[in-house]
Structures are given as structure tokens and as C-alpha cells.
């Protein structure tokens, strides 16, 4: 296992630039299983999940090729419906394989997923979408065995915006018979591409990015080229580090416009966010005022930019709550601030931040994707040599991170972590 080290106390300056989109490419290259022929994306960020991804699409008999950010992916006639365990117990995103798989097959064998860290993360939404379009589910073994005849449009209303559920189902009824409408749909920008893929493979689709979008089934899609968007929540962690370190960073690929939630409580606290040519520009003026959070589904303000504001908020000028509404679990990075110096209360799905003076450094753990960055970001600002372990969780999701660091000056390496 690797850990990181860092010697924390120096101001990043100059210009990072973010890779493709985590959650976008994750659905897309699933996506990819329904048009018959090669399916060409650019943009694919070098990361652990998305490897994970290509092993279950060769798994599910598709060929992948990887080269340099761009990744053909074919999915040919001979497929098979099955997501075994070993890979959907590494990554919860494997469920997505459902949808395309019983549009392309009629049939999809998937693990169900466990618990995560973050809490128990259910695909109860997905099913019963599923079922309203003629599919029927069995549980055995651990797996979701689900068998259809072709599709059929439907009216689905979610009772939460669900993210994973809301791209199954579109993958779902892009090629069902008829229409189908999803209500209270999520917003995210990641749908938002998604469907513009689909769209590009020649799908039907309306509304993406409000919450009802509408799905005219075509009878085939056909293979396209299409680039991933940018990482808005890497973007949001980089603009973050600019201001925790006090520097002065150019973000370049910086999706400004899908991290509005954000950057509005960034630029409350006082930090300088300026839209250049070439880029998005972050640093500060003094020290930071404390402002209250509350997680939402897109447009209000990420889950997976919580922990990453937490540390931030830990050395502003006053107390700040944050409350967490999508998650059950998602403070565990909060006993790990603690170990660096700040003070944070925990009441139920809240958390009191009171800013102290300046943190210190110590060995933590990282515990999941999110609170890996933050605790490295605690870490860029503390005084001293904090050491993060576990950093697995960070290769899930942030593409060479310590490597874009070091570039703009953080003292960033990585060892191995013998204890
Ligand atoms: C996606 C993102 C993740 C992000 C999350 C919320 C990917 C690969 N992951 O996760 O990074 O933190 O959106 O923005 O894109 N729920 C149910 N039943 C369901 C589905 C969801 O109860 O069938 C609940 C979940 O337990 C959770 C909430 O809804 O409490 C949000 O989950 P969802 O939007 O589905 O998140 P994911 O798609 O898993």
C-alpha cells in the first residue's frame, strides 16, 4: 500500500490542468454496450476506477483499447450479461451495467453492491424503474438476476433524484419501444453528458439537466466519438488548494459554470475566483470567513465537495456547520481532521466547524475518495509533515494528484507504506 508525505506550509503557484470526468466516463464507457460497432471516447482520466471499468466491459465481452486519454471501446454481438462480484464489490458504479444490459440482452446477472463507507448507498430506484419498463428482478446468490423482453417506455417518477439511477434508466430507454418521461430526474452535469453521448450515438433525448427529461426509444444506436467532460469535482479540489495554501492557481479545463454551488460559498469565504482565457483563476486575500454548508443534489452544493470545504474551513475566522444531507456516513474524514489540529463537533448529520489559527501535521487515514483529498489538502496547509494513509481510495478518482502538485509546488511524494 502506498501512503503520502507532506510537508506542508508552501503556497501552490502555477497552472494545473483537470483531467476527464470520473462520474461521466464511468457511465459512458457502460453506455458503450449498446451501440453495435466501436465507440471511440476521449477525454478518459487514467484512474483505478475506470480500469475497473474497462476489466468488467472485457469481462462482459466487449474490447477495449486503451491508448493516451482515448479509449475505443467495441462492443460486439457476442456479450454476456454477467457482473460478477469481484469487480462490483470494488466499485459501486458497476451496477450501471444493468440498464444497457438488459436493453442490449434481455437478461443482466449484477452483484448487488454492499454498503460503502459513505453509508448504505441502496439500488432500490434503479429496480423499480427497471420493473416500470417490463423488466422482472430475483435476488440470488448476492445477485440481481433481471430478465425482459425489449424494453417499453414508461413514466417514472423517482423519489430522489438519484444520480446512478437516473443514467441506468436513460441508458435503459434509449432504445426501449415508445417513450419514456423520468421525473424528478438528477440534474447532474454528469446526465447532462451522458445524455449528449447518447445523443451523439443517435438517441432521443429532452430535458437532460432539468428534472424531467424525456426518452423517445430509437430502435438502434450507433457507435460515435465523443469527448468526456471535464472533472468538475477535481476542478473543485484544485480551486480549493489554491485557496487553503494561499497561492495562486490557474485551473485550466476548470467547468466554472457546473461548479457554481461551490464557487459562490468559495468566494463567500473570500476567496478570489476570476474567469481568465485561459483558465480560472484562484487565491485569496487573508484569512477566511466561515460559512455554513449544506450538501443538495445538483444545482445546490456536492457531497463530494464536503469534506474538501471542511478542511478549508477548518483555520477560517468563526464557526461554520455543515450538514450532510445525501449521505449517512460521510464525516469519517472528520476524526482525521481532528488528529490535525481542528475542531470539529458531531451531531448527527451535522458537523461545527470552529477555525483555528493554523493545523499541524500527523499521520492520518484516509477512509474514502473524498476524505482522502481532504485530509491531503489539511495536509498542503498544516504545519509539519502529515503523512495520509491508504491513498488507494485517492487513486479511485484523482488522476495523477500528487504529480499536479508537485508541479505547482507542494512538497508531495509518495512511499511505500511498510506499517
Ligand atoms: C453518484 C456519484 C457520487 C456522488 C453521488 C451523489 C458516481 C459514480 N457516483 O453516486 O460520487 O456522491 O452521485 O451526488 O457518479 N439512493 C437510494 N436508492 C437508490 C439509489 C440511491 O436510496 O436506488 C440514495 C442513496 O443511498 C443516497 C442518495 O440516494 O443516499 C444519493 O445516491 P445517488 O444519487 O444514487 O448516488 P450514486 O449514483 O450512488
Redesign the pocket.
Known sequence: MDKLVIEGGAPLKGRVRVSGS???A??ILLAALLPDGEVTLENVPDLR?IKTTYRLLELLGCQVENGAGVVRVTAGKDLQPEAPYELVRTM??SV?CLGPLLARLGRATVALPGGGA???????????GLEKMGASFVMEHGNIKGKCKRLKGAQINF?????????NLLMAAATAKGETVLENA?R?P?IIDLANFLVACGARIEGQGTSVIRIQGVDRLSPCRYRIMPDR?EAGTYLVAGAITGGNLMIEDCPLEALDAVATKLIQMGVRIEEKKDGVQVSRKGRLQAVDVTTQ??PGF???MQAQVMALLCTAEGSAVIRET???NRFMHVLELVRLGADIKLSGQSAVVRGVDRLVGAPVMASD??ASASLVLAGLAAKGTTEVRRIYHLDR?YEHMERKLSAVGARIRRERDES
Open positions: 470520473k462520474n461521466a464511468l457511465p476506477d459501486r458504479a450501471l459513505i453509508g448504505a448507498r441502496p439500488v432500490d430506484l434503479h429496480l423499480r423519489d430522489f433524484p438519484t444520480v446512478g439511477g437516473t443514467e438528477a447532474e454528469e469535482i443534489p445538483f456536492p457531497t463530494d445525501i449521505f449517512e475518495l473524498r478518482g
